[in-house]
């Protein structure tokens, strides 16, 4: 590494640790019902809003209603994107004429955008037009991502509310996400992303002389917009195939750093939003923490094996699926977070990282998407995770497990069993299905160690709602479009389910006052536990098919076989 | 206590019933309640008819059989640690119960008297006790007094006192009439008595899981689904990469190993522990005289943050007593001392005794003949709220007084004497450290003024700054003015008091607490007490106390001591760090066991032309051959639960010290510890089996 990249890493975490209080404070009076400096601009939409869809927002709801809305909230946006795809045709805003998308694919594609995941299994130019790109996908973007929120914001009421079942409004909760918090990002990124040199316009494909002096066709459309909220709302859906590493979607270096810091932006700055919410700042902190440090761990194997000598090639840095505009740090940068993050976006192949960055990707996503990971999915996922370990160590304090003064009894344990069970089960029976039928195995593109890899991540990736791929595998094809599909769909209210039935029966609970007597939950020590937890529950979950995979493909290479 | 104990932790009759006690709960429909177990179970059944199909198609496998052998001992190591402990309870209830086997009592039917055998007893029966007849069940004395001897209970050999009404009248089945004869009416129907339901807890036969245990059986359930997964979708990916690897798919992992590697991952030490550990929790608690009427009142002992403390009896020695005398100008204090002895020397009260103590201790002033003084006594009453003598000579009688200050104003008052300011400084001075003064009086001259004290128990102080530690939080419960309340307070380190409590003050106290999210315990005995022992969240009721009081509360103090609080929540506190720190070992060992089996089975892999595949590196213990290395993982696993029985049996060490001192050390131990002990005893045992090999 060059002093250069040293210095923008540190830039990167110093800036990320940075925005956290300030996008977290804001966030926190937002959800709160505080007063904040976007309501002057967007509060009238938000009543409108209200008026117009017959919101009561002083309403509050209990779980169960919560979910319901929520449910059927995204319910009716999976039928919308399904059904503009299977007739785009008729459709306005396409230029480039691209027939109807296959069942299967549109089935794939608007599962993948309702849950957050944005996997494309599809290639974005050649396949959608610009219709069912913004009216559909874009807004699924905005959507899933407030979506994520509401559940994370519904969890932190029923955490730090006491005996009570109601957990707020989820209308409320999802348009104020939308308009207050995603949308004024997006608008500001997208700004500076046009300033960059992305795209924003309606033209049809231009066709090009190249220097060769052969054509090419360069699709054009409304990239800027979608970019900025696939990168901010942890979504990674592209515009175009090539994601990222498309220079028409991240042109310059600095539009590569800022895109690399929206993917971890919000998630991150949910954290001190929690936080303050549970009435100390310390918690948020503690979480972040955690998240920040499995991050750096991951961050430096990846670096570690990207910056060692190919053993096959001899002392040259793995370029292969890199651009060079980028390098190594900044491709790793990105796929670590991207990876941690739920993104799903890439500026590099994943399927060209080196077997163990490949594997810290996928780590990161097998352990749960916990590290930042999606915008709310993220954090809620890590709670799932902190009342596991509370649970095991807190008794070995002489207590009762309680967090934050509320007990942890069978059916929070039984609930984030759940959650950690379903997206698990994906991975597993899917990767495993993938490996010894036919049709799973026809889909790929390279065999031995690294095949099994490509499969683990494929459904890694759907169970996570990570939506980034391991490109090597071709997914469009009715048992992958089918399989990955209904991986999302658990993957994301598998674990959505049981996060709310937590928040309903924390919020009914009393909350014990802490004394020398409590586990405390906002130390190193807890840490240090937490993180321990996390790597032993993921770990051993995954790695003997990691082995399998990765690992092997890792040790082969040193052998040079 | 804990020594005796332990000297019996393996007697050869408790150790023989438990090692066939663990082969009858190989009974499918018992084994079922413990599912990691049963997973276990179920593996070793198909293994064991893998290794016979083998058998019957000629070719024997050594290496299935030591598994199925092996996995067969996990299930009985299990079960011999429920066993134990089970069998270890049952020994205490069966010398219980020795007592009552056969009693006769003399049951009242009308004016006649009938004998009956104990059990066949109905509730509401009257039943006559004299000296020699042992109470035949739980009851009530209605008439009549007597000393009872409830050593058989208690192990306490001093008689206690029974009488009808009041708080006394509560008699236990199983005790014994020393003296005089008193009238009992059955309040227990046959088969319920307390120590029916004692022995029941006890044994443990119809014991229930705590609500944490369940809890931790769903967190251990869950953990083995999510180990089921990973080991069954295993052979998929084993046989791709066979495969791949140019490898015939007749490699593929055999039934045997993925069960070998399944039980390795699933929680096999915690799950073969855990009720081994809720019923030695109880059994503790009973070796301390404590009787719990559910494990659940254990675990939430360990959750108690806020101790409501009677003063008198668990703070104060019980009895204030006469600590120095104060004369009032112009008298000696021989003659104030002298004059409160007098006036004592019939005041049976333990306040009076100590004056005649203090007084013969300071000034040697000894017992005098009562006659030769033509005394008569003046009892305290309600009314007067005084006591004393009247000496009566040739001339006059002369009137010797002592009580409370504004009594004796009134009476030295009315004799037309004088109250002296000096002497009411003097009793507001003592009354502002916490100490009771009585003033004593001759006619109409104030002799001056006895001190006397609330004695702090030693040793006490140190007891609540360790509760502090632990985060308890200690309140003093006194029928004492706000002042005195304050002084005892202070003196004794608790952390808040309640002045002039009335038992409606402690229930709302105890409610307020309890909104705030406290958990609250408190001990009593009274009657009056019973509707605070029912509300707090772990009532004691002492032994000593109505039958009002005992059902009241969730356990019952058999020795009558009130401190013993305190050592209730240290048991609660105990069990729950032992369930955790043993599932935090339980699931640190996995690491260990990944290394052993995985590289073991994957070493063929992708190897080429060499024997040996790449992922033998993984193979960081340096095992001699996968066999062996299974094999290890698998005794490692069977081994380590009957290692830890004692542990689980005796609990945890415990210590009382903050929640993260705790944490750290137990962490340390069994968590760091976890993840160290199974390299260490893997690779050990992997060379033994290699030496015998």
Known sequence: ?561 | MGTKQNSSLFNKKILLQASKDSLIKLNPALLIKNPVIFIVAIGSILTTIILFAGIFQGHFSPFNLQIAIWLWVTVLFANFSEAIAEGRGKAQADSLRKNRTQAKARKLDGKQEISVFATELNKGDIVICEAGDAIPSDGEVIEGVASVDESAITGESAPVIRESGGDRSAVTGGTKVISDRILVRITTEPGSTFLDRMITLVEGAKRQKTPNEIALSILLSGLSIIFLLAVATLPAFFGYSLSASGLPMSQNLSIPVLIALLVCLIPTTIGGLLSAIGISGMDRLIQHNVIATSGRAIEAAGDVDVLLLDKTGTITLGNRMATNFIPADGVTIEELADAAQLSSLSDETPEGRSIVVLAKEQFNIRGRDVHQLNASFIPFTAQSRMSGVDLKTDVSVVKIRKGASDVIRTFVQNNNGFYPQKIQDTVSELARQGATPLVVAKDNRILGVVHLKDIVKGGIRQRFAELRKMGIKTVMITGDNPLTAAAIAAEAGVDDFMAEATPEDKLRRIREEQANGHLVGMIGDGTNDAPALAQADIGIAMNTGTQAAREAGNMVDLDSNPTKLIEVVEVGKQLLMTRGSLTTFSIANDVAKYFAIIPAIAIGLYAGTTEVGPLSVLNIMNLGSPQSAILSAVIFNAIIIILLVPLALKGVRYRPVSANAALTRNLLIFGLGGIIAPFIGIKLIDIIINLKI
């Open chain 1, 1 to 561: 590494m060059t002093v250069q990249d040293v210095i923008q890493v540190i830039l990167f975490f110093a800036l990320l640790i940075g925005l956290t209080p300030i996008l977290g404070n804001y966030m926190y009076k937002v959800f709160t019902g505080n007063k904040h400096i976007m309501l002057p601009l967007f509060g009238w939409l938000e009543k409108i809003t209200y008026k117009l869809t017959g919101v009561n927002s002083d309403e509050e709801t209990n779980w169960k209603s919560y979910t319901f809305g929520l449910l059927m909230f995204n319910l009716v946006g999976l039928v919308f994107v399904f059904l503009i795809q299977v007739i785009q045709v008729y459709l306005p805003l396409n230029p480039a004429h691209l027939p109807n998308v296959s069942w299967h694919s549109a089935f794939n594609t608007s599962v993948s955008f309702m849950t957050n995941t944005n996997w494309q299994g599809y290639a974005g130019e050649t396949t959608l037009s610009y219709f069912v790109q913004m009216v559909g996908l874009t807004v699924q973007n905005f959507v899933s991502a407030a979506t994520g929120i509401a559940v994370l914001i519904a969890l932190i009421k029923g955490i730090s509310r006491k005996t009570t079942d109601k957990l707020g409004n989820f209308w409320v909760d999802l348009t104020r996400s939308t308009l207050y918090v995603l949308l004024p990002l997006s608008i500001l990124f997208a700004i500076v992303l046009v300033g960059q040199g992305v795209i924003q316009n309606f033209k049809t494909y231009e066709t090009v002389q190249t220097l060769q002096g052969t054509q090419q066709v360069i699709p054009m459309g409304p990239a800027a917009s979608q970019i900025a909220i696939k990168q901010l709302g942890t979504n990674g859906g592209g515009f175009f195939n090539a994601n990222s590493s498309h220079p028409l979607e991240n042109p310059t270096p600095f539009s590569n750093f800022l895109e690399m810091l929206a993917i971890l932006l919000i998630p991150a700055a949910l954290t001190y939003t929690y936080g303050k919410m549970v009435g100390s700042i310390r918690q948020g902190w503690t979480i972040f923490t955690a998240m920040l440090i499995l991050l750096v761990i991951g961050l430096s194997i990846s670096l570690y094996a990207e910056y060692s000598s190919n053993p096959i090639f001899g002392h040259l840095p793995l370029m292969e699926g890199k651009e060079t505009r980028f390098g190594i740090t900044n491709s790793v940068l990105w796929s670590t977070s991207t990876s941690a993050a739920s993104n799903g976006s890439v500026n590099a192949m994943h399927d060209s990282l080196s077997p163990i960055a490949g594997m810290v990707a996928m780590v990161n996503i097998m352990l749960g998407e916990i590290i930042f990971g999606g915008v709310g999915a993220g954090l809620y996922g890590m709670l799932i995770f902190i009342i596991l370990t509370v649970f095991i160590a807190g008794l070995m304090v002489g207590r009762t497990p309680e967090y934050l003064g509320k007990k942890i009894e069978a059916f929070e344990v039984q609930m984030a069993l759940v959650a950690i069970l379903a997206p698990n089960i994906i991975i597993l029976l899917f990767s495993a299905w993938a490996s010894v039928c036919t049709s799973g195995l026809s889909s790929l593109n390279n065999s031995g160690s690294h095949g099994l890899s490509e499969i683990l991540y494929a459904y890694a990736s759907a169970a996570g709602n990570n939506g980034s791929a391991f490109a090597g595998l071709n997914a469009n094809t009715v048992f992958y479009n089918l399989t990955i599909g209904f991986g999302m769909l658990i993957g994301r209210f598998g674990v959505i389910i049981p996060v709310m039935a937590i928040a309903g029966s924390m919020a009914k609970k009393k909350i014990t006052p802490p004394s020398s007597g409590t586990f405390h939950t906002d130390n190193w020590l807890f840490i240090g536990l937490l993180i321990a937890i996390i790597l032993i529950v993921g770990g051993l979950t995954h790695f003997p098919a990691l082995s399998l995979g990765p690992i092997a493909e890792h040790l082969l290479l040193n052998l040079k076989i």
